[in-house]
């Protein structure tokens, strides 16, 4: 896997199968405690590749993922990216605060009608107020956040009261 590339380098990362198997377990039990199942429709927004031929969407049949590529919001693929949201129908969105702020701001800006989604899953970054603000207008539905100390480990999560719960099995791994 990689890293998810927010500083503009993607650092390349490996697991075993047991450990892979492992890492999912505890990622989806996180999104079962916020109403996402299994098979469940969602977007996973993240910086995939910076090669501009790379697609904009790509679709996980095994977790039925809609994966959008960071860098094509950038690009200003804007509306194709908000299109394809909102004819997918995720029941959870899980990203940087950052893109899908972008995302909201020019859906704000352009009166494009909000997208519902059930769970709106943010991580490894601060979200600011007036982010949450446009956030709330253009994606409603319930925020949660995590934080963890490196890159896809949970050693605590986080709802919309900005308190965190440790994740007890962190602490045994």
Same mark, same amino acid.
């Given at each position: 896997?990689?890293?998810?590339?927010? *500083?503009?380098?993607?650092?390349?990362?490996? #697991?075993?199968?047991?450990? !892979? +198997?492992? $890492?999912?377990?505890?990622?989806?039990?996180?999104?079962?405690?916020?109403?996402?199942?299994?098979?469940?429709?969602?977007?996973?927004?993240?910086?995939?590749?910076?090669?501009?031929?790379?697609?904009?969407?790509?679709?996980?049949?095994?977790?039925?993922?809609?994966?959008?590529? *960071?860098?094509?919001?950038?690009?200003?693929? #804007?509306?194709?990216?908000? !299109? +394809?949201? $909102?004819?997918?129908?995720?029941?959870?969105?899980?990203?940087?605060?950052?893109?899908?702020?972008?995302?909201?701001?020019?859906?704000?800006?352009?009166?494009?009608?909000?997208?519902?989604?059930?769970?709106?899953?943010?991580?490894?970054?601060?979200?600011?107020?007036?982010?949450?603000?446009?956030?709330?207008?253009?994606?409603?539905?319930?925020?949660?956040?995590?934080?963890?100390?490196?890159?896809?480990?949970?050693?605590?999560?986080?709802?919309?009261?900005?308190?965190?719960?440790?994740?007890?099995?962190?602490?045994?791994?």
């Amino acid at each position: 896997t990689q890293t998810s590339g927010t *500083t503009s380098q993607m650092t390349l990362l490996y #697991r075993s199968q047991y450990h !892979e +198997a492992f $890492r999912r377990a505890v990622v989806w039990r996180f999104h079962s405690q916020h109403g996402h199942n299994f098979r469940d429709r969602w977007v996973a927004i993240a910086c995939r590749s910076f090669d501009p031929r790379s697609p904009v969407c790509e679709y996980n049949r095994l977790e039925n993922c809609l994966l959008i590529n *960071t860098y094509h919001i950038i690009r200003g693929c #804007r509306d194709e990216i908000l !299109e +394809a949201i $909102r004819d997918f129908q995720p029941t959870m969105i899980w990203t940087h605060p950052s893109p899908l702020g972008i995302l909201a701001e020019y859906a704000f800006a352009k009166g494009i009608q909000p997208i519902e989604v059930p769970v709106i899953a943010t991580f490894a970054e601060k979200m600011y107020p007036h982010i949450r603000k446009v956030l709330h207008e253009v994606f409603p539905g319930k925020y949660i956040n995590y934080f963890a100390n490196r890159e896809n480990s949970f050693a605590s999560w986080g709802n919309s009261d900005d308190r965190f719960y440790e994740v007890s099995e962190y602490c045994h791994m």
